[in-house]
T-cell receptor, first 110, second 118 residues
Framework: DQQVKQNSPSLSVQEGRISILNCDYT??????FLWYKKYPAEGPTFLIS?????DKNEDGRFTVFLNKSAKHLSLHIVPSQPGDSAVYFC?????????FGTGTSLTVIP | GAVVSQHPSWVICKSGTSVKIECRSL??????MFWYRQFPKQSLMLMAT?????????EQGVEKDKFLINHASLTLSTLTVTSAHPEDSSFYIC??????????????FGSGTQLSVL
């Protein structure tokens, strides 16, 4: 049972524009939500997180929004840069367990 | 930040041989490590959860006799792909959990191992 879902396997965005990556979840008990970034042939690295008691967290060009009623979160990247091209994994955390989505491959076109 | 070392980064082997992949937490003790397999076009599949001093917990559909996991110390977990076949060719990634850190630093990933079975 996939508790964290990323329904868009890929996304292409022009450099300088906004990238919006989406993630849906089913378990209302998740305490935190995280985004990881992964380049080819490398392990994922932590990007940004948000507590379940907040609805927004911002870190530079990256902002994560959480809509608990819709069980939906999104990652906004503004402005998008070619170096942002990677696979982005959404993850949820509760009870010392991490649950990952299947990833969205972002391509930022110069 | 904490570092997780995964070795080897790339291995080619003949069909029928066994391959061992190591995952080490370099500056923290990890009672729990995870093994993933990345299929083409990015999906990250959890294979098993490796617990120090006890048997690993395998996800549904993952053959425990095929993918042997040993977590003998608080800093080392190994994944052995036994009698490897071409369909086992994939990118394998480990991660280690540091329970003493804040949420953004609880989980660290290794750099992955690309396995190619001829």
């Amino acid at each position: 049972d996939q508790q964290v879902k990323q329904n868009s396997p890929s996304l292409s965005v022009q450099e300088g524009r906004i990238s919006i990556l989406n993630c849906d979840y089913t378990n209302s008990m998740f305490d935190y939500f995280l985004w990881y970034k992964k380049y080819p042939a490398e392990g994922p690295t932590f990007l940004i997180s948000i507590s379940s008691i907040k609805d927004k967290n911002e870190d530079g060009r990256f902002t994560v929004f959480l809509n608990k009623s819709a069980k939906h979160l999104s990652l906004h990247i503004v402005p998008s840069q070619p170096g942002d091209s990677a696979v982005y994994f959404c993850a949820a955390y509760t009870g010392n367990q991490f649950y990952f989505g299947t990833g969205t491959s972002l391509t930022v076109i110069p | 930040g904490a570092v997780v070392s995964q070795h080897p980064s790339w291995v080619i082997c003949k069909s029928g041989t066994s391959v061992k992949i190591e995952c080490r937490s370099l500056d923290f003790q990890a009672t729990t490590m995870f093994w993933y397999r990345q299929f083409p076009k990015q999906s990250l599949m959890l294979m098993a959860t490796s617990n120090e001093g006890s048997k690993a917990t395998y996800e549904q559909g993952v053959e425990k006799d095929k993918f042997l996991i040993n977590h003998a110390s608080l800093t080392l977990s190994t994944l052995t792909v036994t009698s490897a076949h071409p369909e086992d060719s994939s990118f394998y990634i480990c991660s280690a959990r540091d329970n003493n850190r804040e949420i953004g630093e609880k989980l660290f990933f290794g750099s992955g191992t690309q396995l190619s079975v001829l």
